[in-house]
């Protein structure tokens, strides 16, 4: 039999009590509040999934334990003045909910600012927009040490040989033609994200 996978552990309240330093009193009265999902066995002991234990710790501002940080969602914003495109992205992305945390920005200047304050881990881009376009705030990204580590996904309607060629050496890490299949851009995400928890792991 193998060993269940760090996404399918589950925690009883003492566990979850030590985890988050916290009185396992606190941890039974968030689960009968409804503040902490869990589940009650056959025998009538209360369980709490690994995600569902990170998402509380996020929501509430906790630091999530050491050994659930490979579960925490990863941070992404989408910069797209198509508003339509937005909203399908989201209505795409809504199934991975425990992997991804979706922000979205409608021009150049809202992006770098979401980007200033969430430090996301990625960055899903398109080129032209109003008031700062894509090249704009990829050149910034890559010139501030806060945010220069954040892997950008460039996505447009406008990608040709050339500026691919351009937003690679700006330091994007991928890019896509519009129109893009949605549940790829999902999987791109998924595996940048993958490619990124093992960089940080060496």
Not at 143 to 149: A, I, L, V, W
Request: positive net charge; glycine residues 6%; contains cysteine.
């Amino acid at each position: 039999m193998t060993a269940p996978t760090q996404a399918a552990r589950y925690y009883t309240s003492h566990q979850v009590g030590n985890l988050l330093q916290v009185n396992p009193s606190s941890v039974v009265k968030w689960i009968n509040d409804g503040l902490l999902q869990a589940f009650r066995t056959p025998g009538g002991h209360r369980r709490v999934a690994a995600v569902e234990l990170v998402r509380f710790a996020q929501h509430h501002g906790m630091p999530v334990p050491d050994e659930l940080q490979g579960l925490t969602a990863t941070k992404v914003v989408v910069a797209d003045d198509e508003t339509r495109f937005l909203s399908a992205f989201q209505r795409a992305v809504k199934p991975f909910y425990n992997e991804i945390e979706l922000h979205t920005a409608e021009n150049g200047i809202d992006a770098l600012i979401l980007v200033g304050q969430l430090k996301p881990d990625i960055l899903i881009l398109d080129l032209r927009m109003p008031g700062l376009d894509g090249f704009e705030v990829l050149e910034r990204i890559r010139t501030n040490k806060s945010t220069r580590g954040i892997a950008v996904i460039v996505v447009s309607g406008e990608m040709s040989e050339e500026n691919a060629a351009h937003c690679r050496d700006l330091g994007a890490v991928e890019c896509l033609q519009k129109p893009v299949r949605l549940p790829a851009l999902v999987e791109t995400i998924r595996q940048v994200a993958q490619r990124n928890r093992r960089a940080r792991v060496r």
